[in-house]
């Protein structure tokens, strides 16, 4: 199964002077980045930097924003969060979100698809993506380890057919075994054409898979660059995120 090729030749995401707020807190200050088709870009900054209020302005879930959000060229600035999904965008928080009383595939099988793009992975492509997924299918979703909790919760998503997916500190905590398979996932999904936005704290887990970083500090993008340019850029990253 591959992502339906996108007619518009727009970027999958383009954020122009986004600003957001909880409550009267303004928690980010001009975020300016754009992530092409197909890229896995990542997000990387200190605790507290404003990453995760980024994906979930993306999402509509922030209490005000300002500027520009654009999905495959769709403003979504002024939509409601289930419009924007319907976009094809797909969020993992870091709080996964498992239903306790369900089994493991209750679980995966109970997002709805998303009807503007195209058909999610199947049942059968997640669990041969994460066996552990097939072993446990009957078990209650609590009663997985934090590892398979966090497949089941990438999974879930896979399910509706969404094709940006907003990843947020998925290696978090997570055994080195289950953060191989959850690597191993990141490039196969780029390798079917998904794009991927993620934030992480685990440097050495993010960095051989991203096309592209941008360095959060403030609300604010304070760097930006190719992965290419990564060893170019370790002292500064060093200065900025004590990597």
Not at 14 to 19: E, M, T, V, Y
Not at 39 to 45: A, R
Not at 180 to 205: D, H, P, S
């Amino acid at each position: 199964m591959t992502v339906q090729a996108i007619a518009s030749s727009a970027p999958a995401l383009h954020i122009s002077d986004l600003h957001g707020w909880y409550g009267e807190s303004h928690v980010l200050h001009g975020v300016n980045l754009t992530v092409q088709q197909g890229e896995v870009v990542t997000l990387l900054g200190r605790n507290g930097a404003g990453r995760t209020s980024i994906l979930r302005a993306i999402t509509g879930l922030i209490g005000k924003r300002t500027g520009s959000i654009q999905i495959a060229g769709v403003e979504t600035i002024g939509m409601p969060t289930h419009k924007i999904t319907r976009l094809g965008l797909g969020y993992c928080p870091e709080e996964r979100g498992i239903f306790a009383s369900l089994t493991t595939e209750e679980n995966l099988l109970l997002p709805p698809a998303l009807k503007r793009v195209g058909n999610g992975m199947s049942v059968e492509d997640i669990y041969a993506m994460f066996p552990n997924l097939q072993e446990r299918k009957n078990s209650p979703g609590t009663r997985l380890s934090g590892g398979e909790q966090q497949m089941l919760a990438v999974g879930r998503i896979l399910r509706t057919g969404a094709n940006l997916l907003l990843l947020d500190e998925i290696s978090e905590g997570l055994a080195p075994v289950i953060v191989q398979a959850l690597a191993r996932m990141i490039t196969t999904l780029r390798q079917k054409g998904y794009t991927v936005v993620m934030v992480e704290q685990n440097f050495r887990f993010a960095a051989p898979l991203a096309d592209r970083f941008y360095v959060i500090e403030h609300g604010q993008v304070v760097e930006h660059f190719l992965a290419d340019q990564l060893q170019e850029k370790m002292p500064v990253l060093n200065e900025l995120l004590g990597v």
